[in-house]
Structures are given as structure tokens and as C-alpha cells.
């Protein structure tokens, strides 16, 4: 005779297996059903099998990533995200601010070397809390980092480069201003749990993490009608009910803006620098699994990217689990976010990708539904996009990676 608990259990299994059928036909996964296939392993396969099918009827046999080179424009940061080496106090040996001459030198090389998009990532607000960095952009004739970011910007438009900034929290004034020189920006939401800015969790120095601040930004950029890139980076101390409650967010706000071109699924890497050097990392499955999940939960125009160098040895499962795009990959500067994770090859990605049956191809860093409608996209750029778009340029070349440090 079977057990009670075995049988609730075959009950909830069959409930997540109609569930899946359900999204396969279409119909967006319940809240409830979207945790309890992020914690069921024993449901991984029929989930990956869904995702991957709604991923190949969306976007077909072709999965792409955009050549870049990394522009660090400055690793000060007023906030102290526990997980993060990125970010330097002004006294670091390591602090850096990139000045318009090392981001032309490095646009050029980029360039040169196939890249189409100049990624300007950078901290948060370091005038706020320095200074000396105020000085510093002073006698760069600027106020404030934005606005040396939107001269970065047409330094890099003008080596042929389109950008795309991640510059942290930013004001609807300062997106206006950006999205002049920007053909789309990024802004990871990471999480919608305001528990993980209590004391003791991985936000509680970082005020710019504040969940409901970078949805007003996201609620803001979409009112804006600007391509944005966001995201969520898992194994932070978020639970599998913070993961979903982070990609309905982010669906939501699509919904109602039609911004959101993509949205990265990160994960946390231990580095043996920060406080959490002895945290668990994401295991393979968990990060397929939750790759699933958003393919699932986000409406199917929105592509779901992961960082092939933050799973080196998963690509064949992230693919079965049912990504299309696998972000910036740069022929010359290194992930500074993640600098001891290596770029993957090229030519092995597309290996990977040819033996799981699909095309590995470059894109530009704004979805090409956004240039088919209007307003979404700066006049000015459209030249620059086009050049690029009629462009063939080769594959970029394996080379050492340098640092872009100034
Ligand atoms: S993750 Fe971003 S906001 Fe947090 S400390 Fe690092 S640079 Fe600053």
C-alpha cells in the first residue's frame, strides 16, 4: 500500500507535469508551480525538455552573443556588495579611472578586432562618497559620472563601437541623456528581496540595491522606450520564492513597456577575497533549472542569455535548458566582474552550440525588434547601427587578454 507522503508526492508531481504541458501550449507558469519546479530535481528533465522547445519555436536554431570589449570607466563604487572584487576604495592600488584617452585606445583595439559593442560598466555614484574622485571628474570637465559615461559613449561611437551602459542606479534625466549615445542599457535587478539589504545579508552596505529603487529605474527606462538589459544573479541568499518573485517583476514591467530585450540569469562564483569565499556556489542543475524557469515565466520575444565563462563546463546543459544568447564575449578585455573566469573560444562555443544542433551568430547589442519600431532607438544611431548591421566582419580572433587598466 503506498504511504500517504508518497502518494501527496505523486500528486504534486502530476500537478507540475500539467503545469508544464500547460506553458508548452502557451500559458504562462503560476507562481507556485514556477518554486516548485526550481526545487523538484526529479522534474529537471520534462522542465528542460519544455524550456528548450518553447526556446526553439521562439527564436529557432540560432543562438548569438555580442562581441565587446569591457570598458571599466572607473571600479570606485559608493556601495559594498559583499560578493563583489569589482569595486575599490580610492586608496586601492587596484583603483582605476579610465580616461578618454585609454577608452578610445581600447574602442579601437576592440573594434579592430571585430567587436561591435563597447560595454561601459562601471560602479555606482563614486562622487557621492569620494573626494578625490570628485576632483578627478572635475578637472575632466564634468559633475557627475554620467555625464563623463555619455562622453565615453561617442568616444566609442566615433571608433565604430555601439555602447551599452551599465552604470548602476541612474535618473530618468541622466537615461534621457544616455540614450542618445547608447543603443540600449543594462541594469541587473538581481533581486526583488529587500531581506537580502537586512544586516548580515549581501546588500546591507549597497543602498543602490534597494529593490525598489531599481524597479523605479527599470519602471522609468521602459517609459523611456529604451532596449534594456536586466537580470537575476542566484546563490546570493535569495530563496526559490525570491527567484521567481524577481523574473515575474521583470515580466511584469514588460509587459507593460515592452522594454526588456533580454534577461541574464547569473550566477554567484566564491572568489577567495570576499566574505563569502566559503559560500556555495549554484550547482550545474540549479542554474539549468532555473534558466528553464525564465524561459517559462518571461514572455517568449525576451531572450534569456547566461554567462558561458560563469559555467564553463555546463554549455551543452544551458542550451538544453533553453537560453538563446550568451551575452557579451570580447576577443581582448576580460570579464572584470568575474576576471579569473575566462572568455570561452569562439570557435568551441560554436562547436558546442553545432553539436546540441544549433547556429552560434553575433548580434548587436539592441534586438532587432527594436529597430523595426519607431522611437525606440536615437535617431542619431540608426547610421552607426546600420553600418554595423551591413558589416560582415569575421569572427573575432582568439588573443591574450589584456587589462584595460589605465
Ligand atoms: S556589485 Fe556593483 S554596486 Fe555592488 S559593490 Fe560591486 S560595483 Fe558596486
Redo the contacts with the bound molecule.
Keep these: 500500500m503506498r504511504s500517504l507522503a508518497t502518494g501527496s508526492r505523486a500528486a504534486a508531481r502530476s500537478e507540475l507535469v500539467a503545469a508544464l504541458a500547460r506553458a508548452a501550449a502557451g500559458e504562462s507558469l503560476a507562481r507556485d508551480a514556477a518554486v516548485a519546479l526550481l526545487a523538484d530535481a526529479d522534474c529537471t528533465e520534462p522542465l528542460l525538455d519544455v524550456a528548450g522547445a518553447i526556446r526553439d519555436r521562439h527564436w529557432a536554431r540560432t543562438v548569438t552573443y555580442s562581441p565587446k570589449v569591457f570598458l571599466p570607466v572607473t571600479n570606485l563604487?559608493r556601495?559594498?556588495?559583499t560578493y563583489?572584487t569589482?569595486?575599490k576604495d580610492p586608496d586601492d592600488p587596484d583603483a582605476w579611472t579610465m580616461l578618454p584617452d585609454d577608452i578610445e585606445a581600447w574602442s579601437r583595439r576592440g573594434r579592430g578586432l571585430g567587436c561591435i559593442e563597447a560595454l561601459m560598466c562601471l560602479?555606482?555614484k563614486p562622487e557621492l562618497a569620494f573626494r578625490g574622485y570628485r576632483t578627478t571628474l572635475a578637472a575632466l570637465g564634468h559633475r557627475t559620472t554620467a555625464e563623463y559615461v555619455e562622453r565615453a559613449c561617442r568616444i566609442a561611437l566615433d571608433c565604430g563601437l555601439l555602447p551599452h551602459t551599465n552604470a548602476?542606479i541612474l535618473t530618468r534625466d541622466e537615461m534621457a541623456r544616455l540614450r542618445r549615445v547608447n543603443v540600449s542599457l543594462g541594469l541587473m535587478l538581481e533581486t526583488v528581496s529587500p531581506r537580502l539589504r537586512s544586516r548580515g545579508h549581501v546588500h546591507q552596505w549597497?543602498p543602490?540595491?534597494e529593490p525598489a529603487v531599481r524597479l523605479a529605474m527599470l519602471r522609468e527606462a521602459g517609459e523611456l522606450r529604451i532596449p534594456f538589459t536586466t537580470g537575476l544573479l542566484i546563490g546570493i541568499g535569495e530563496t526559490l520564492a525570491e527567484r521567481v518573485d524577481t523574473l515575474l517583476a521583470i515580466r511584469d514591467l514588460h509587459r507593460a513597456y515592452g522594454h526588456v530585450q533580454e534577461v541574464i540569469v547569473q550566477n554567484f562564483r566564491a572568489k577567495p577575497t570576499i566574505a563569502l569565499a566559503d559560500a556555495p556556489e549554484p550547482e550545474a542543475a540549479d542554474v539549468a533549472r532555473t534558466i528553464a524557469v525564465a524561459r517559462l515565466v518571461l514572455d517568449p520575444e525576451v531572450s534569456v542569455q547566461a554567462p558561458p565563462n560563469l559555467s564553463p563546463d555546463d554549455h551543452a546543459l544551458l542550451l538544453r535548458a533553453g537560453l538563446n544568447d550568451w551575452g557579451g564575449i570580447s576577443p581582448l578585455t576580460p570579464d572584470y566582474v568575474n576576471p579569473e573566469a575566462r572568455w570561452p573560444h569562439v570557435d568551441a562555443l560554436a562547436a558546442t552550440c553545432r553539436a546540441s544542433g544549433y547556429v552560434l551568430a553575433r548580434r548587436l547589442p539592441i534586438y532587432p525588434r527594436y529597430l523595426a519600431r519607431s522611437g525606440w532607438l536615437d535617431s542619431s544611431l540608426r547610421p552607426h547601427v546600420e553600418r554595423l548591421r551591413a558589416s560582415s566582419a569575421p569572427t573575432a580572433p582568439s588573443v591574450t587578454l589584456e587589462a584595460a587598466t589605465p
Excluded: I, L
Design positions: 563604487c556601495d559594498r556588495c563583489c569589482f569595486r560602479g555606482d548602476g549597497a543602490d540595491k
